[in-house]
């Protein structure tokens, strides 16, 4: 099966500005999440999905970001405006029903200078 | 919430040698512990994960142990070869939270020819 796909794979904007990223999770997958993994440390859950319905966005920060999945498939991740704090890589991830098996993206690495 | 605490941070064995990672949890509830592998530019891949109703689980040069008393849970990789260079990250989810997966900070596996 076709695995997480994201897209950019890297992006580098100035402090300030805008960014968006996106993800396509596997085929099926009815739960989603973006992960924020600054450099040598794990991932951390900023938002989950089940279908198109936020589970739990309690580490997002709201001021900056956003996340949507209006028909249960895709999703965005957006930072308006973005701080040097941000700069990370952000990781996509699905699952089937949200118990086991969860399956990541290769990420976006964002730079903000 | 959960707090997962991971154990060394590094770490540097011989070819043929074993490696031992340890971690632990806070949050009792936690029924579900996955290893993730992470190598450079990619996304973290699950290699093996053990439910709480088990003690041990193993595949091929893999096996994890749970000690749910103690709350902690090892990842042992016997044999230890080149491409398993990498770094290596336990998370912990409690069902109760909305399957959220805590991860700990990661360890850092060189394995020396």
């Known amino acids: 099966e076709a695995g997480v796909a994201q897209s950019p794979r890297y992006k580098i904007i100035e402090k300030r500005q805008s960014v968006a990223f996106w993800c396509n999770p596997i085929?099926?997958?009815?739960?989603l999440y973006w992960y924020q993994q600054i450099l040598g440390q794990g991932p951390k859950l900023l938002i989950q999905?089940?279908?198109?319905?936020?589970?739990?966005d309690s580490q997002l920060p709201k001021d900056r970001f956003s996340a949507e999945r209006l028909k249960g498939v895709d999703s965005t991740l957006k930072i308006q405006p973005a701080k040097l704090e941000d700069s990370a890589v952000y990781l996509c991830?699905?699952?089937?029903?949200?118990?086991?098996?969860?399956?990541f993206g290769s990420g976006t690495r964002l730079t903000v200078v | 919430g959960e707090n997962v605490e991971q154990h060394p941070s590094t770490l540097s064995v011989q070819e043929g040698d074993s490696a031992v990672i340890k971690c632990t949890y806070s949050?009792?509830?936690?029924?579900?512990f996955p290893w993730y592998k992470q190598e450079l530019g990619k996304g973290p891949q699950l290699i093996i994960d053990?439910?709480?109703?088990?003690g041990e689980k193993k595949d091929q040069r893999i096996a994890v142990t749970l000690n749910k008393t103690a709350k902690h849970f090892s990842l042992h990789i016997t044999e230890t070869q080149p491409e398993d260079s990498a770094v290596y990250f336990c998370?912990?989810?409690?069902?109760?939270?909305?399957?959220?997966?805590?991860f700990g900070g990661g360890t850092r596996v060189l394995v020396k020819p």
């Open positions: 949050d009792s509830a936690s029924n579900y």
């Open positions: 999905f089940q279908n198109n319905g936020v589970v739990d």
């Open positions: 085929s099926g997958h009815a739960t």
């Open positions: 053990i439910r709480s109703n088990v």
């Open positions: 998370a912990a989810r409690i069902k109760a939270a909305g399957n959220k997966l805590t």
């Open positions: 991830a699905s699952s089937f029903d949200g118990n086991y098996g969860y399956t």
